[in-house]
Each structure stands twice: as C-alpha cells, then as structure tokens.
C-alpha cells in the first residue's frame, strides 16, 4: 500500500478548515493509543470550532448510516467502525454513495485493512475521498516556522486581513474574540494581546 502522509490532528484539521464543509478525508488511526480516538475527535473539534460528531456505522442498516449522517447536515461527522466491512458491505457502500453526500465534512477513520479494503472495493468513494489519507501522526508538536508561516498566509488570505492589521485591530479591542484571531495573534508571537 502506498505511504500515506503522517499528520498531528492538528494539521489534518486545518486541511479540512480549509477545504470546506464538504470535503471528505480518510484518518488511519494508529495501531498504538487506545484512546485515539476520543482525542482526535477532541482536537478537530477545538481546530474546527465546532463539535464533531461521531457516527458507528457497525451493525448499522444502510438506511440507518444514512439517516445518521444527515441527521444535522452541515455539522463534521467522523465515521467508524468501517473496519468490520466485508467486500460486499463496500460495494453497498460504494453503489449508493450519493446517499453519504452532505453538507458537512466526512471523515473515515480507517485502519491499514480498512483502507485496503476502501481501495480495492469502493473505487468512486475513493475517487470522491482523493488524495485526502493521512495517517495520524501520535505527536501534535510544535509547528515548524514553515508551518507556522504557512498558517498565518491561510489566516491572511481567509479573512482577507493581513497580520499587522490584526495587531492593529487587537491593540484598538477591535478585535472579535474568536479562536481564529486568538490563534493568529500567537502565532505571530503576540500572545499578549489576547
């Protein structure tokens, strides 16, 4: 199988911030960790600023996974338990994809198995997934200043702002205390201005 890029939460979370509500990633989760899991949900959910909602689809009828999705549209749902699926389960899957489509992110936390067997039997969910698999990285670390650099630019170019703006805007209160700015002011290394 193809090596698949090693990604913290963190960053596999600003990917899908940037991409946009609909986009659809594949997390291998990593054999060590029993609560990885539950950690991850809580770091893309901080990163997203928003709940993500998990949704088990073992045991699940097709209709019920559907229902379960589209339970709240635009919200970002992580789905498991796709592991236990057999071919014939993927190709269901594969065959009535347009019913997973929605307006919120979709995230399939998979093993190695679970995407080899993603690969082989559901090639137009893969097709829809892209080159969206990243394997998830155990260590959240500290951003390298490329990435740092890297997210300020996102910063800049999504609120149509650049930095010293920003600065300006905190230094005035002016600034709205939303995550994104608290984020961005430390990044910049003005933590003292939140």
């Given at each position: 199988?193809?090596?698949f890029?090693?990604?913290?939460?963190?960053?596999?979370?600003?990917?899908?911030?940037?991409?946009?509500?609909?986009a659809?990633?594949?997390?291998?989760?990593?054999?060590?960790g029993?609560d990885?899991?539950?950690?991850?949900?809580?770091?893309?959910s901080?990163?997203?600023d928003?709940?993500?909602?998990?949704?088990?689809?073992?045991?699940?009828?097709?209709?019920?996974?559907?229902?379960?999705?589209?339970?709240?549209?635009?919200?970002?749902?992580?789905?498991?338990?796709?592991?236990?699926?057999?071919a014939?389960?993927?190709?269901?899957?594969?065959?009535?994809?347009?019913a997973?489509?929605?307006?919120?992110?979709?995230?399939?936390?998979?093993?190695?198995?679970?995407?080899?067997?993603?690969?082989?039997?559901?090639?137009?969910?893969?097709?829809?997934v892209?080159?969206?698999i990243?394997?998830?990285?155990?260590?959240?670390?500290?951003?390298?200043?490329?990435?740092?650099?890297?997210?300020i630019?996102?910063?800049?170019?999504?609120?149509?702002?650049?930095?010293?703006?920003?600065?300006?805007?905190?230094?005035?209160?002016?600034?709205p205390?939303?995550?994104h700015?608290?984020?961005?002011?430390v990044?910049?290394?003005?933590?003292?201005?939140?």
């Open positions: 199988m193809t090596d890029l090693t990604e913290p939460a963190f960053e596999i979370g600003r990917r899908l911030e940037i991409r946009g509500s609909s659809w990633f594949v997390v291998l989760w990593p054999a060590e029993e990885a899991q539950a950690n991850f949900v809580a770091d893309l901080a990163v997203l928003q709940p993500v909602r998990v949704v088990h689809s073992s045991g699940s009828s097709f209709e019920k996974l559907r229902g379960d999705l589209r339970a709240s549209a635009g919200d970002p749902v992580l789905v498991t338990d796709l592991d236990e699926a057999d014939e389960r993927w190709r269901a899957l594969d065959a009535n994809r347009s997973w489509l929605r307006e919120g992110a979709v995230v399939l936390w998979l093993s190695a198995v679970g995407v080899t067997n993603l690969c082989s039997y559901a090639p137009n969910i893969r097709s829809i892209g080159g969206s990243f394997n998830l990285g155990t260590d959240g670390g500290a951003m390298s200043d490329t990435e740092r650099e890297q997210r630019a996102d910063l800049e170019s999504h609120f149509q702002m650049n930095s010293a703006e920003v600065i300006r805007r905190a230094e005035s209160g002016g600034l205390p939303e995550p700015f608290v984020e961005w002011l990044l910049l290394g003005r933590g003292d201005l939140v």
